[in-house]
């Protein structure tokens, strides 16, 4: 048996540590050795050790290994095991095995010496793993891989010696890498003493990255973009790694591919990139000499309409006499381009005064107000010029070019035809408007709106039962833009029919999704657009995106705002009656905020009644809000009518709800709008702190 005192030194080793009888059966085991295996040695029980193992094969081996121990009675080699946790895990150790005898040399117990190496093996094993990996990427790779040491080659790969055109990497190994290059470098620098410093600056920067020229074995002189990794071998030598990437054939399409990329190539005229660059040149040159210079951001008006009605030949055509007339307008010395579309740009330097920009402005103007002559017919065409002027309206060349176009937009805004100077004081709310109508423009084909969802909540089990659709729209430009700011653009531009058709397509899919994963019917409400039931045909858009769905129809809801039945017509009825003959309910949302009649909910099919956020902010706290929103529910229960109550953001106003039983909730108090998978993941999930 082990001292106490024997037993304190052992429980401060950094192993785990046990002690066996002659039998395998546990004496001792020290916290360590617990902590390993999540048992106490009571729970170890009355067995050997070996029989813990789940392994047999393991067991097998543990019971040999302490047989020869207890057989030759000396201490075995130190051998790797596999540990069992209690949890099922399973830790690699290594053991080192040995004994102890009574006083008359008899062997009475087997330690155990046992260390956890399950992260060094891991370690290991991964270093092998990276190794192996190492080798086969150099091998294999496509890119030309080569290995400086002490300034010279000492490997490469396959690639490596095709691109040199050399049979075997001894044909070069040992060369400096000046030795396979011309003795000047294109810039005029001497090879060896440029590599010299390409390779210091590599160990500096921990990496470098240049174009070179080298040579092949026949001589021929080819450009290559050179990268130095420096890397420490296992002999502990600091190395470089090389890549080259062949640059012949990107330098030979050089020069067309630039030609083609600074001109436009409808008009001639320099293009957006090389109009940029122009610009700041020319702010970079007025900031030396002080000079003062104009932006005009040039817009043709109501060029689309042209473009759309009569097709692409001949918006062609109009953009390039457009071109024309302004490259006769400017000076010489000025810069005119295309910026896209029907947007150009004119560049003026060296003004005597920033006010002499309206001289050209009202030159372009009046060389427009020649009719445009395409394919035998007349066409109009009035200009809106925006201008912004270096250094009264900015010192960078972007904000320049910002703050042009804002002027330009102020001028349509003003009844286009005109030119505007960029002011301070120019309407925020206009400019914020025409950049989200201007945006608008490819907003859905670029991928820029998406849908999130609102849990909504059934208040009595405090189960999810469904969710609102919300449309949201992030903009490149203009960043997060409100549904309050662009739906009413959108529909003033007529765009709100595929926008709307987009929610519905999304909705419909999620919501199927849900049902098939959860197993369970979850609904979907979608705010659907006055014009949506109010014409026709987008109303028949609505209904065959609805039935085309998997998604039941009577899991569908449609929200409108009551503005859609100030003007009630045939047509509209018609819309309502076949929504109710399909099984798709009809919601009417912000009840109460608007012309809300109780002749409304009975004279049309509506099904759901969504009471408006403002009233479910204030009801614990207002008496006059609390009792209309009783009156509400009493009305809605005695209509047949489901309640939902939205903008819930308390627990106080939840309690208040579920005590008037009205059925339906959502809010941030349950969830924000969330992205379709996370909705997923709510739902299953979902634990309300607050019980009904």
């Not at 045939?570 to 009809?586: A, P, T």
């Not at 408006?612 to 229960?637: G, H, N, P, R, W």
Request: charged share 25%; proline share 4%; hydrophobic share 40%.
């Amino acid at each position: 048996m082990l001292t106490p005192k024997q037993i304190e030194l052992i429980e401060l080793l950094p192993f785990a540590f046990i002690q066996v009888d002659t039998e395998g059966k546990y004496v001792y085991v020290n916290a360590k050795y617990t902590a390993l295996t999540g048992f106490t040695i009571k729970e170890f029980g009355n067995i050997p050790f070996w029989e813990r193992h789940s392994d047999p094969d393991i067991r097998q081996q543990n019971y040999r290994g302490f047989m020869s121990i207890v057989k030759h009675q000396r201490p075995a080699e130190p051998t790797e095991i596999l540990v069992d946790h209690s949890d099922g895990r399973q830790f690699t150790c290594r053991s080192l095995w040995s004994y102890l005898r009574d006083e008359q040399g008899n062997l009475t117990d087997i330690m155990f010496f046992i260390e956890d190496i399950t992260d060094i093996k891991a370690t290991e094993n991964e270093l092998a793993l990276s190794m192996r990996q190492y080798n086969d990427l150099f091998s294999n790779s496509h890119d030309a891989l080569l290995i400086i040491e002490e300034g010279r080659f000492v490997d490469c790969n396959d690639a490596a010696l095709e691109m040199l055109g050399y049979e075997h990497a001894n044909d070069f190994k040992a060369s400096h890498p000046a030795e396979l290059s011309p003795p000047f470098q294109p810039d005029g620098s001497d090879s060896r003493q440029k590599i010299e410093e390409m390779m210091q600056q590599a160990f500096q920067q921990g990496s470098h990255r240049f174009e070179w020229e080298h040579v092949r074995a026949n001589g021929e002189k080819f450009p290559v973009e050179v990268t130095f990794t420096p890397l420490t071998n296992v002999r502990g030598v600091r190395t470089l790694h090389t890549t080259w990437r062949d640059l012949t054939e990107f330098k030979h399409q050089q020069n067309t591919i630039l030609q083609q990329a600074h001109f436009d190539s409808l008009t001639g005229l320099p293009n957006r990139f090389l109009l940029l660059d122009r610009l700041s040149q020319t702010v970079m040159m007025a900031k030396r000499a002080k000079q003062n210079i104009a932006v005009l951001f040039i817009d043709l008006d109501n060029f689309k309409l042209i473009n759309d009605s009569l097709g692409h030949s001949v918006g062609d055509k109009i953009l390039i006499e457009a071109g024309e007339r302004l490259r006769n307008v400017i000076r010489g010395s000025d810069t005119v381009g295309r910026l896209g579309g029907d947007e150009f740009l004119v560049i003026l330097q060296d003004l005597p005064k920033p006010s002499d920009a309206a001289l050209v402005a009202t030159k372009i103007i009046k060389s427009f107000n020649r009719s445009f002559n395409v394919m035998q017919r007349e066409f109009m065409m009035t200009t809106s010029i925006g201008i912004a002027c270096f250094p009264d309206d900015g010192h960078e060349d972007k904000i320049l070019l910002q703050r042009a176009d804002i002027a330009m937009y102020h001028a349509k805004g003003e009844g286009k035809n005109r030119y505007q100077f960029f002011t301070s004081s120019m309407n925020n709310n206009a400019k914020r408007k025409l950049q989200i109508e201007g945006q608008l423009h490819g907003a859905l084909a670029r991928g820029e709106f998406h849908v999130l969802f609102q849990p909504m909540i059934n208040l009595k089990t405090m189960q999810v039962e469904g969710a609102e659709a919300l449309l949201r729209w992030n903009n490149n430009a203009l960043g997060t833009i409100s549904p309050d700011e662009f739906i009413p653009l959108a529909e003033n531009m007529g765009f709100i029919e595929e926008i709307g058709l987009f929610v519905i397509e999304e909705a419909c899919h999620e919501a199927n999704l849900w049902r098939q994963t959860l197993d369970r019917e979850i609904f979907i409400s979608i705010n659907v657009s006055p014009q949506q039931i109010k014409s026709g045909k987008l109303f028949n858009y609505l209904i065959d995106c609805i039935i085309q769905s998997p998604l039941p129809n009577h899991l569908v809801h449609l929200e409108i705002t009551e503005g859609v039945l100030m003007v009630v017509t045939d047509e509209v009825m018609k819309c309502f009656s076949r929504l109710n003959s399909l099984g798709i309910k009809l919601g009417l949302d912000d009840f109460g905020t608007g012309y809300s009649s109780l002749n409304y909910l009975r004279k049309f099919p509506f099904s759901i009644l969504k009471i408006d956020q403002s009233f479910v902010q204030d009801i614990c706290d207002s008496e006059t809000d609390s009792e209309l929103l009783d009156a509400t529910i009493a009305m809605a229960k005695a209509m047949h009518l489901k309640l939902v109550a939205e903008g819930i953001e308390t627990k106080e106003q939840c309690k208040y709800l579920q005590h008037t039983e009205c059925e339906l909730g959502q809010g941030y108090l349950f969830s924000r709008p969330i992205t379709s998978k996370d909705f997923l993941e709510f739902t299953a999930t979902f634990t309300p702190s607050i019980k009904h």
